[in-house]
């Protein structure tokens, strides 16, 4: 049984194979587009519109006039406990350029937003509802 080798692990964390988290497979935007050009956050019923406020606040404080604040269809989070009613609410940004583009500065506050958008949520007090496992 000489040169027999040992089976590799199937799930080892050395192996090249295995697949990337989500986030790094997403593509890279376009020249002149947003890292993302919707952010969406689901929040608890009584959040719903400070949420919108928020976005809206924000979207004005980077500078950012096309945009489109709204709210999905509510459903009930039965991954909390205990369960709670939510709502999916979104801030789509809207290109500045005929080219449907967006000029540099456009591009720099829309991923500005982005970046801040986490951090005005947490100091307003609002959590987001995310699964737990």
């Known amino acids: 049984m000489q040169g027999i080798q040992p089976a590799p692990a199937p799930f080892s964390n050395t192996s090249p194979t295995l697949p990337k988290a989500p986030e790094a497979m997403r593509m890279p935007p376009a020249p002149s587009m947003p890292d993302r050009d919707v952010i969406r956050v689901i929040v608890a019923d009584e959040n719903l519109y400070r949420t919108m406020e928020l976005f809206h606040e924000l979207a004005r404080q980077n500078g950012i006039s096309k945009t489109s604040v709204g709210a999905g269809?509510?459903?009930?989070?039965?991954?909390?406990?205990?369960?709670?009613?939510?709502?999916?609410?979104?801030?789509?940004?809207?290109?500045?350029?005929?080219?449907?583009?967006?000029?540099?500065?456009?591009l720099e506050n829309v991923n500005n937003f982005g970046k801040q958008v986490n951090e005005a949520l947490s100091r307003a007090g609002i959590v987001k509802v995310i699964p737990v496992d």
């Open 73 to 106: 269809k509510p459903y009930v989070a039965d991954y909390n406990t205990p369960e709670q009613k939510v709502w999916p609410v979104s801030i789509k940004f809207f290109p500045d350029r005929p080219d449907d583009t967006f000029t540099p500065v456009h």
